[in-house]
């Protein structure tokens, strides 16, 4: 199984504030990056992904990536209550042998706070 | 309409039993996947199938058995279930096509307790 690493959390932000997601991964042949959200009972949805080093913006959602540190982070601002919910990082090794394979990390679980 | 759907959403059986998963998608996506996601919400790839031929099989006990009739559908069958197969069980599709920007689309999930 390919590592990918997230913090478990909880994380609790205030609403309104930044939350900062992080994620790494162990495959240097990771050639593509997403962050899912999950909210309990539900299945993963697409947030974003990224492939290319630095930073991607997406309304509130900014991704960021560090391919030299392997390293991808999710930032949230303006935080909402309806934000709370498991952000899943995921990472695509695409081979050409056996196309592209995805591997999921545990999930952050994020908390808002009114 | 949906893009990826599974049935049923839930599943009670019993030790021993075999039972099927169903998955379809109308998206015309040409890989479909399946993850169990335990209940510390770790998901695991479990298998993946491109143009009806599987290309990834994880480490998972033979009982589990993918099957796909054509690209819209990935069923998943168990033989003699287990406690430990208590899970909820995902199924994905995605266009691998897109390359870099290939991202997968997952169903409902289905609920599965073995008793």
């Known amino acids: 199984q390919k590592e990918v690493e997230q913090n478990s959390g909880p994380l609790s932000v205030p609403e309104g504030a930044i939350a900062s997601l992080n994620c790494t991964y162990s495959?240097?042949?990771?050639?593509?990056f997403f962050w899912y959200r999950q909210y309990s009972g539900k299945s993963p949805e697409l947030i974003m992904f990224?492939?290319?080093?630095g930073d991607k913006e997406d309304g509130r959602f900014t991704a960021q990536l560090n391919k030299a540190s392997q390293y991808v982070s999710l930032l949230i601002r303006d935080s909402q209550p309806s934000d709370s919910a498991t952000y899943l990082c995921a990472v695509n090794i695409g081979l050409l042998s056996t196309g592209n394979q995805f591997y999921f990390g545990t999930g952050t679980s994020l908390t808002v706070i009114p | 309409d949906t893009a990826v759907s599974q049935t049923p959403k839930y599943l009670v059986t019993q030790m021993g039993n075999d039972k099927s998963i169903k998955c379809e998608q109308n998206?015309?996506?040409?890989?479909m996947y399946w993850y169990k996601q335990d209940s510390k919400k770790f998901l695991k790839i479990m298998f993946s199938y491109n143009n009806k031929e599987l290309i990834i099989n994880e480490t998972v006990p033979n009982r589990f058995s993918p099957k796909s009739p054509d690209k819209a559908h990935l069923n998943l069958h168990i033989n003699s279930l287990e406690l430990g197969d208590s899970a909820v069980y995902f199924c994905?599709?995605?266009?691998?096509?897109?390359?870099?920007?290939?991202?997968?689309?997952f169903g409902p999930g289905t609920r599965l307790t073995v008793l």
């Open positions: 994905a599709s995605s266009q691998e096509s897109r390359g870099l920007e290939d991202t997968q689309y």
């Open positions: 998206l015309g996506h040409d890989t």
């Open positions: 495959d240097r042949g990771s050639q593509s």
């Open positions: 990224i492939y290319s080093n």
